[in-house]
T-cell receptor, first 117, second 115 residues
């Protein structure tokens, strides 16, 4: 258990509305990630953070923004949700020490299922 | 450009037999390869990894083989059990911008182990 909590776990919204997903961690890890999982596409990186206020884009960042104002929280925002953003969103953290420090192993949250109508 | 490829969307295996899941990659700069297992409505969980300087890593019923010249790795599960039924993702660790690292995932293979 890497102490990751995602909220909300389920959300249904309408096209054009803003949505914010929250990832909270309790272990003070520096690196945090947002992925989306879609059938036929696997897991794709949206944005990641390498420290407070330090973020960078992943391969599918269009339409998403992120913020990290404190170590424990990494927020993913859809400014104006579209139906193509219907997906399951996973937050992940990377531990700096131990096996994960070498392998790059990520620990994932339980996911947030977003439906955009 | 898909850097990590899992070309088999699904695989069915009889309980007790061997399951072999395959993964190909294109980026020779990846230094670690990982396999994740995912059950429905749960987050992916780490299963096993292998360094790019090794050709085999074993952990109980799970063995990962790496063929660097072919840019190919495979996960063997012996013997397969019904509880192994899940989606398996292959992932590769590479250098991202800003000196950090990221994992690039394949599309996944859904394994069904038939009792």
């Amino acid at each position: 258990d890497a102490g990751i909590t995602q909220s909300p776990r389920h959300k249904v919204t309408e096209t054009g509305t803003p949505v914010t997903l929250r990832c909270h961690q309790t272990e003070n890890h520096r690196y945090m990630y947002w992925y989306r999982q879609d059938p036929g596409h696997g897991l794709r990186l949206i944005h990641y953070s390498y420290g407070v206020k330090d973020t960078d884009k992943g391969e599918v960042s269009d339409g998403y923004s992120v913020s990290r104002s404190k170590t424990e929280d990494f927020l993913l925002t859809l400014e104006s949700a579209t139906s193509s953003q219907t997906s399951v969103y996973f937050c992940a953290i990377k531990k700096a020490s131990g096996r994960a420090g070498n392998t790059g192993e990520l620990f994932f949250g339980e996911g947030s299922r977003l439906t955009v109508l | 450009d898909q850097q990590v490829k899992q070309n088999s969307p699904s695989l069915s295996v009889q309980e007790g037999r061997i399951s072999i899941l395959n993964c190909d990659y294109t980026n020779s700069m990846f230094d670690y390869f990982l396999w994740y297992k995912k059950y429905p409505a749960e987050g992916p969980t780490f299963l096993i990894s292998i360094s790019s300087i090794k050709d085999k890593n074993e952990d109980g019923r799970f063995t990962v083989f790496l063929n660097k010249s072919a840019k190919h790795l495979s996960l063997h599960i012996v013997p397969s059990q019904p509880g192994d039924s899940a989606v398996y993702f292959c992932a590769a660790k590479g250098l991202a911008r800003a000196g950090s690292y990221q994992l690039t995932f394949g599309k996944g293979t859904k394994l069904s182990v038939i009792p």
